[in-house]
T-cell receptor
Framework: EAGVTQFPSHSVIEKGQTVTLRCDPI?????LYWYRRVMGKEIKFLLH????????ESGMPNNRFLAERTGGTYSTLKVQPAELEDSGVYFC??????????????FGSGTRLTVV | EDQVTQSPEALRLQEGESSSLNCSYT??????LFWYRQDPGKGPEFLFT???AGEEKEKERLKATLTKKESFLHITAPKPEDSATYLC?????????????FGTGTLLAVQP
């Protein structure tokens, strides 16, 4: 079974530019989460999709961040315009409710975003 | 406010030297406590979920336990391949989502 796939693995952009991160969850997983780890801090929740609907976007830092999930499959996270404080590692995770006790959430390897 | 605190921040062990990692949590209603392992350049890898005080789970050299205020990850006779960052996270019953609230992790180094 393929895991959660994220790309790009690394992205270096200039302040003010736009970047789009993509996540392909495990096939059949209804839940898709975005998290972010800023240097020296803990991993923090950004938002949660159930299929194509946003269940909770309380962790989104501001309106420069836009997340979409097309047809309940893959998801994109767009940052426009990027600021220096947006640098960090962005993780995507997916899960199926009835499997969480045995398998938890499956995380991708993350996208390391550097804004210069 | 929900909070997770892990200690120590870093731990260096000799191969075979058993020890424990601590995860203290404050949450209005615990739905579940998760342990993850993270290797450099990788995403967190699921280890255990614990749901109620007194629950224990084991996997190879790892054993996780849960009380009403904290969880321990016991590592018995560790090997160098156990070196990684160990993350603890909680879920709160009160939220609108099953989001995880993470601690900052414990960086474990096991020397041969």
């Amino acid at each position: 079974e393929a895991g959660v796939t994220q790309f790009p693995s690394h992205s270096v952009i200039e302040k003010g530019q736009t970047v789009t991160l993509r996540c392909d969850p495990i096939s059949g997983h209804d839940n898709l989460y975005w998290y972010r780890r800023v240097m020296g801090k803990e991993i923090k929740f950004l938002l949660h999709f159930v299929k194509e609907s946003k269940q909770d976007e309380s962790g989104m830092p501001n309106n420069r961040f836009l997340a979409e999930r097309t047809g309940g499959t893959y998801s994109t996270l767009k940052v426009q315009p990027a600021e220096l404080e947006d640098s960090g590692v962005y993780f995507c995770a997916s899960s199926q409710d009835y499997q969480e006790s045995n398998y938890g959430y499956t995380f991708g390897s993350g996208t390391r975003l550097t804004v210069v | 406010e929900d909070q997770v605190t892990q200690s120590p921040e870093a731990l260096r062990l000799q191969e075979g030297e058993s020890s424990s990692l601590n995860c203290s949590y404050t949450v209005s209603g615990l739905r579940g406590l998760f342990w993850y392992r993270q290797d450099p350049g990788k995403g967190p890898e699921f280890l255990f979920t614990l749901y109620s005080a007194g629950e224990e789970k084991e996997k190879e050299r790892l054993k996780a336990t849960l009380t009403k205020k904290e969880s321990f990850l016991h590592i018995t006779a560790p090997k160098p391949e156990d070196s990684a960052t160990y993350l603890c996270a909680v879920q709160n019953y009160g939220g609108a989502t099953n989001k995880l609230i993470f601690g900052t992790g414990t960086l474990l180094a096991v020397q041969p």
